[in-house]
Antibody, heavy 119, light 107 residues
Framework: QLQLQESGPGLVKPSETLSLTCTVSGDSISSGSHYWDWIRQSPGKGLEWIGSVYYSGSTFDNPSLKSRVTISVDMSQNQLSLKLSSVTAADTAVYYC???????????WGQGTQVTVSS | DIQMTQSPSSLSASIGDRVTITCRASQGISNYLAWFQQKPGKAPQSLIYAASSLQSGVPSQFSGSGSGTDFTLTISSLQPEDFATYYCQQYHSYPLTFGGGTKVEIK
């Protein structure tokens, strides 16, 4: 059974970079059997897909985030990471990592981690 | 981007009621449509994929239908554990997008 667990600071200052990690267990990222996604949820904007990464390093991200997103994988740690630069209060949200097969729906989700942007 | 519009945004229903939630895509997405259930403080859980296929372990009172732009999630007989918020999501093309959600509350 695939399990995902997000981790990272719960508080980030405005204009700084939000950095989160998602640790995967139950499968190896290097197997290539899944795409790995980041999604966030805030009261004002509902569920918003941030972007996706494949084991090869190929990424897809949401143009709405205006190139502030960097998603990568660390196969030695079986982790994926998210960096979101120049954060504002609008980036306050619960951040989830999730997985899906190629052409398939989001399947497994982490429990989510709350990130607040505030000075 | 493909916009996903859900209706209603909320509804009140009683135990045993039949509940229908609709989701409309701004352009055709074939059957690349998933439904999720979310309870407060928890991550969304997958109910249905490919518009009408039930995820393993999901109770049979849930069903989905539709193709192209119009989709429906039906709960045939509402149970106490079904009070939650439901989201549709398209995975036809990037960026992946979600509907705004339907909150199902107790009448």
């Amino acid at each position: 059974q695939l399990q995902l667990q997000e981790s990272g600071p719960g508080l980030v200052k405005p204009s700084e970079t939000l950095s989160l990690t998602c640790t995967v267990s139950g499968d190896s990222i290097s197997s290539g059997s899944h795409y790995w996604d980041w999604i966030r949820q805030s009261p004002g904007k509902g569920l918003e897909w941030i972007g996706s990464v494949y084991y090869s390093g190929s990424t897809f991200d949401n143009p709405s985030l205006k190139s502030r997103v960097t998603i990568s994988v660390d196969m030695s740690q079986n982790q994926l990471s998210l960096k979101l630069s120049s954060v504002t209060a609008a980036d306050t949200a619960v951040y989830y990592c999730a997985s899906r097969t190629h052409g398939g729906p989001l399947g497994y989700w982490g429990q989510g981690t709350q990130v607040t942007v505030s000075s | 981007d493909i916009q996903m519009t859900q209706s209603p945004s909320s509804l009140s229903a009683s135990i045993g009621d039949r509940v229908t939630i609709t989701c409309r895509a701004s352009q055709g997405i074939s059957n690349y449509l998933a439904w999720f259930q979310q309870k407060p403080g928890k991550a969304p859980q997958s109910l249905i994929y490919a518009a009408s296929s039930l995820q393993s372990g999901v109770p049979s009172q849930f069903s989905g239908s539709g193709s192209g732009t119009d989709f429906t999630l039906t709960i045939s007989s509402l149970q106490p554990e079904d009070f939650a918020t439901y989201y549709c999501q398209q995975y036809h093309s990037y960026p992946l997008t979600f509907g705004g959600g339907t909150k199902v509350e107790i009448k």
